[in-house]
């Protein structure tokens, strides 16, 4: 079984101001990571995934995370925010050839003028 | 984009009522997820369906849960008897067949009063 852990519940951050959202796993099998935005009254959009190959992955909207396996994290990181990042961001990891994904609590980014 | 398509978007019902969730999944893929959050909570797997039979479900999804692929395109989940605790936003989600990406609906939120 897989689980999640999203520290930080909410993130405040100035316009222009880089974010990291932070994101660790537990697993005993190996895994792929997902990142998802849930905008305000709207469903989960995929941000991005590790699958395999680089570490380093990009998503939409200019975000990346880093799949980090020493540490079992996979932080997602935008160098400057806008007004429109503004949503609840979930961590998600499946085991590979297991579809079901297992979700974290989530952390509410609030981007300030 | 294709999409995944629920209805209704909200559905209040009485307690001890059956309701049935609705989604149209994309039209080639081939598994299909139900999640719900509850509000404030994370996101959880309900059930997943592959090839006409549920392939794997959660301790939530008890007996009084079903799912069904009444025809090509429609996909159910259906509450026999809700309960308050019922409460919450249900997310349907299907995947292409590699399994490797979920496209999410935009959620029915079911209030149970």
């Known amino acids: 079984a897989q689980s999640v852990t999203q520290l930080d519940s909410q993130v405040p951050v100035f316009e222009e101001a880089p974010v990291e959202l932070r994101c660790n796993y537990s697993?005993?099998?190996?895994?792929?990571l997902f990142w998802y935005v849930q905008y305000p009254n709207q469903g989960l959009q995929l941000l991005l995934k590790?699958?395999?190959?680089?570490?380093l992955v990009k998503g939409i909207n200019g975000f990346e995370a880093e799949f980090n396996k020493s540490q079992t994290s996979f932080h997602l990181r935008k160098p400057s925010v806008h007004i429109s990042d503004t949503a609840e961001y979930f961590c998600?990891?499946?085991?590979?050839?297991?579809?079901?994904?297992?979700f974290g609590t989530g952390t509410r980014l609030t981007i300030i003028p | 984009e294709p999409e995944v398509t629920q209805t209704p978007s909200h559905q209040v019902t009485q307690m001890g009522q059956e309701v049935i969730l609705r989604c149209v999944p994309i039209?080639?893929?081939?598994?299909f997820y139900w999640y719900r959050q509850i509000l404030g909570q994370k996101v959880e797997f309900l059930v997943s369906?592959?090839?006409?039979?549920?392939?794997?479900k959660s301790e939530i999804f008890d007996d009084q849960f079903s799912v069904e692929r009444p025809d090509g395109s429609n996909f159910t989940l259906k509450i026999r008897s809700t309960k308050l605790e019922d409460s919450a936003m249900y997310f349907c989600?299907?995947?292409?067949?590699?399994?490797?990406?979920?496209?999410f609906g935009s959620g029915t939120q079911l209030s149970v009063l």
């Open positions: 989600a299907s995947s292409e067949p590699s399994g490797k990406k979920l496209f």
């Open positions: 697993s005993s099998v190996s895994v792929y």
């Open positions: 590790y699958l395999s190959g680089s570490t």
């Open positions: 998600a990891v499946s085991g590979q050839g297991n579809e079901k994904l297992t």
């Open positions: 039209s080639n893929h081939l598994y």
């Open positions: 369906f592959y090839n006409n039979e549920i392939s794997e």
